[in-house]
């Protein structure tokens, strides 16, 4: 079952926002928001993740609505070397949960010149 | 730091042929996975381990076996190599506790069986 659902792809010019959306509308109150991507076929690398409270790190911003059904992550000033495959992953908290991560097909983001 | 290392990167086996894929880390992480990619599906889960000794499958095993003998190393053995396992593989590893559990994946392994 796929707990997330994001766009298949979108575009973004360089220098500018790139806000990537995500709805977890079945998110459990323990459940965390996750964001990793994939650069060409490297292997995925993780951004930032956050419960309920907005989270911001040195790659990015993690924006989280108040009834945490849908997120939405922000790289403030993309750049070429951005484009990848954004991943939005939900998480139980606690021990003994790391295998139960969902990846779908995530979000092709494209940074143009 | 090294983080998660697989090798080999590359790989051309012909049908019915076994291999290994090695992943070694260096972070003392508990949790040590496999995954395949292929194109169109997300990353799926072959087989996890909890700690040294302790292994298990994920959602798609067949055809592959691991072992855990030490913290440090979990390696992907195919007994027998066929078509559908032609695939990207990663290997990845974290802590598991109740704290951030992000996954630290290696470069990846592309296998072609012919």
């Known amino acids: 079952d796929a707990k997330t659902t994001q766009p298949t792809s979108m575009d973004c010019a360089e220098g500018r926002a790139a806000n990537l959306p995500c709805n977890h509308s079945?998110?459990?109150?323990?459940?965390?928001v996750y964001w990793y991507r994939q650069i060409h076929s490297q292997g995925p690398q993780y951004i930032i993740h956050?419960?309920?409270?907005?989270e911001t790190n040195e790659m990015a911003s993690l924006i989280i609505t108040e009834d945490r059904k849908s997120s939405t992550l922000i790289l403030p000033h993309a750049t070429l070397r951005d484009t990848a495959v954004y991943y939005c992953?939900?998480?139980?908290?606690?021990?003994?949960?790391?295998?139960?991560?969902?990846w779908g097909l995530g979000t092709s983001l494209a940074v143009n010149p | 730091n090294a983080g998660v290392t697989q090798t080999p990167k590359f790989q051309v086996l012909k049908t019915g042929q076994s291999m290994t894929l090695q992943c070694a880390q260096d972070?003392?992480?508990?949790?040590m996975s496999w995954y395949r990619q292929d194109p169109g599906m997300g990353l799926r889960l072959i087989h996890y381990?909890?700690?040294?000794?302790?292994?298990d499958q994920g959602e798609v095993p067949n055809g592959y076996n691991v072992s855990r003998s030490t913290t440090e190393d979990f390696p992907l053995r195919l007994l027998s190599a066929a078509p559908s396992q032609t695939s990207v593989y990663f290997c990845?590893?974290?802590?598991?506790?109740?704290?951030?559990?992000?996954?630290?994946f290696g470069a990846g392994s592309r296998l072609t069986v012919l």
């Open positions: 992953i939900v998480r139980p908290g606690g021990a003994g949960n790391n295998r139960k991560l969902i």
């Open positions: 381990s909890v700690g040294a000794g302790i292994t």
């Open positions: 972070m003392n992480h508990e949790y």
């Open positions: 079945t998110i459990s109150g323990n459940e965390y």
């Open positions: 956050g419960l309920k409270n907005n």
């Open positions: 990845a590893s974290t802590t598991e506790g109740t704290g951030a559990n992000v996954l630290t």
